[in-house]
């Protein structure tokens, strides 16, 4: 067998797939299409004046998320909703919307759908909100900047879906950690430092909420990450490391 005939070139395109959902970064407003993410002409929605399109065709491919989405970016007076504050919130209206169920393909014959967006994600759902934000895990909350940003996304969300249901800070973790997990691992690769640490961190949390079989899989996952990428005499691994053998 010639072995050569199998091996990709660097940059070859192996899967494609259709994002969940999407949001524009804001400084790019008033430059990119919102839906076609195309550079031209474009012109804000004349309700909202939050998102921009260059056609009516791409105003309507993006009207079911955002005939939802737009009375809510209007509570905003300064028109900029945070872009993490506003993917979740396009985020809850697919799952609101049935997308939670949605197939989506990246072959002919293989699909995922939310729930499946990655492997790691089934560790947040064991994680209590509830006990995070309590004062038993207050050192955790003041020392953890994801945490903050979590929680004021949360009090951003509150504001935009004021007066209709919204998933509790319990079902939002889970959200919010596939977004946070997808990008550490699109962008920086799963073995990266930031990825082993996030190993680290959930299973933390785990070992405080008495779950020793799901916070030694998470640890064991952080171990192996950390000891590729900062080797077995790092000291931050060594310090890490007696955590793993408790």
């Not at 951003?156 to 997990?181: A, D, K």
Request: with cysteine; net charge positive.
């Amino acid at each position: 067998m010639n072995k050569g005939k199998y091996i990709l070139k660097k940059g070859t395109t192996t899967l494609t797939a259709r994002p969940f959902t999407y949001v524009l970064n804001s400084k790019f407003n008033n430059h990119l299409c919102d839906h076609c993410l195309r550079r031209g002409k474009v012109s804000k929605c004349s309700a909202c004046q939050c998102v921009y399109y260059c056609n009516h065709s791409c105003q309507r491919g993006a009207w079911p998320i955002h005939t939802t989405e737009c009375p809510k970016l209007k509570k905003f007076l300064s028109k900029t909703v945070p872009d993490l504050a506003q993917f979740m919130t396009r985020v809850i209206i697919k799952l609101n919307q049935g997308g939670g169920e949605k197939k989506g393909y990246y072959s002919e014959t293989n699909y995922r759908k939310f729930k499946d967006l990655m492997s790691l994600f089934v560790l947040f759902d064991s994680i209590d909100a509830d006990f995070i934000i309590s004062s038993n895990c207050s050192v955790i909350m003041k020392n953890t900047k994801r945490m903050f940003i979590f929680m004021c996304q949360c009090g951003i969300l509150n504001v935009l879906f004021e007066g209709e249901p919204m998933p509790s800070h319990q079902e939002l973790i889970p959200i919010c950690g596939r977004i946070c997990i997808l990008f550490l691992e699109i962008y920086y690769g799963q073995v990266h430092p930031l990825t082993g640490m996030l190993y680290f961190f959930t299973g933390t949390i785990q070992s405080h909420l008495k779950k020793p079989k799901q916070a030694l899989e998470t640890l064991k996952r952080a171990e192996s990450i950390l000891a590729i990428t900062n080797g077995e005499k790092h000291t931050l691994f060594r310090e890490l490391f007696q955590t793993f053998t408790k």
